[in-house]
């Protein structure tokens, strides 16, 4: 083994805090229900991306969703109206749904679970994703997750202890199109045998225009914030550990292990109208075998968007981006393609790989590397914050958690 891979390893053993036997589940037995049957899918977190996620279940696999839960009501009405539209229209295997398992409140999920689901979509503000799989799985239940996992370091330790418990029992897979895409797949594979050559430098950039507000930006109630979770730096993680983690995961992906210390900075100047959350980051990560990452991110800009992961190796550079152009340059060349259609190609990607890995009781367990790019995002937020050199064993010792109190 590499030292990049020991590091890794290192890592994995060292940030689980439980572990679980691996054990052959016949694929009749999950959850008692023969195998053609019907999976049964309750939704956590009825907003944007739970709206976007819920309707793939029917439409492109032999699932129902059954259960809903939100801490608004008007969300859960809206998702509820949306997956009955679909089932009009004659969308394979439709929903099951009627009001006895709408649930709202922020413990909303609770109920869901006790609600007869086999399996739960958690979509709600990645705050809460912790404390929701672990109820999930001490539950026996199989959790699909949005990315990022958590918003700390002790979010990431319960994901990877949550994870732990499913291996060999439940499917427990986070949402990242990129791993799914065949393109990213591919040149991910090549640069591990050595396209590229020996990996020295990259870039890895997140330019995006901003988001919609979904309440009034001088509303400060908590039922304003958690409707506009995405600006605020706790219910979020800050921009780069909710939205960032997209490049960061396949920076980690190619270079195969995580960063070992990382400088930032950044700030709020050009979005101040609403929430706590800054608009832009600069970072620089130093990985294992003297490999620099230079990291940037914007979610304000106009006139110009792009995701994007760029390393430069002794023989060649991969040049890929997220909704656009893969390729590999250089001695070895590899034209590639287009990802143009990742966002919903890969999420319905891993919705049916989700759904299968259940039926045949192949069960899929994507939480360790859900975690340590995650803590990658965190490792960078940390390090902008305090201006200075933050190494990610002194971010795992610090433990730092962050608290919010919402009533509603």
Sequence with gaps: MGRKNIRRGEFLKAAATATAGLMIVKPESVRGTPANSALRVGIIGCGGRGRF???????????????????????????????????????????????????VGLDAYKPLI?????????????????EQAAAAVAAG?????????????????????????????????????????????????????????????????????????????????????????????????????EQNIHVLDVSNWYLQSH??????????????????CWDHFIVIYWYPNDVRMDFSSGQYLKGFGDLCIRLYGTLGTVDSHYGGDVRITGTNEWPGGSTKEIYQEGAITNVKAFVESIT??????TGAPGAESTLTSVLGRIAAYRGAVVTWDEMMKENAKLETQLKL
Aim: one cysteine or more; hydrophobic letters at 40%; glycine letters at 8%.
């Design 114 to 130: 006790e609600s007869g689901v086999d399996a739960v979509a958690i979509e709600s503000p990645p705050y809460f994703h912790p």
């Design 141 to 241: 239940k199989h959790v699909f997750m949005a990315k990022p996992v958590a918003v700390d370091v002790p979010g990431c330790r319960s994901i990877l202890a949550s994870s732990e418990k499913a291996k060999g029992r439940l499917s427990f897979l986070v949402d990242f199109q990129t791993r799914s895409s065949p393109i990213f797949i591919e040149a991910a594979k090549r640069v591990h045998e050595g396209a590229i050559g020996e990996p020295v430098s990259g870039q890895v950039f997140y330019q995006a225009a901003r988001l919609g507000v979904k309440a009034a930006p001088k509303d400060k109630s908590d039922a304003a914030r958690l409707l506009n979770w995405v600006f605020d730096k706790i219910l979020s993680g800050d921009i780069l550990v």
């Design 259 to 276: 960063p070992i210390k990382a400088y930032g900075t950044g700030g709020r100047k050009a979005r101040t109208d609403v929430g706590d």
């Design 360 to 365: 045949t009781g192949k069960f899929i367990n």
């Design 53 to 103: 996620i819920a309707r793939f279940f029917p439409e492109h696999t032999n699932a129902k969703i059954v259960a809903l839960a939100d801490p608004f009501k008007n969300r859960v009405d809206d998702l509820k109206k949306d997956l009955e539209a679909n089932k009009k229209e004659g969308i394979r295997a439709g929903t099951a749904l009627d009001d006895a398992h709408c649930f």
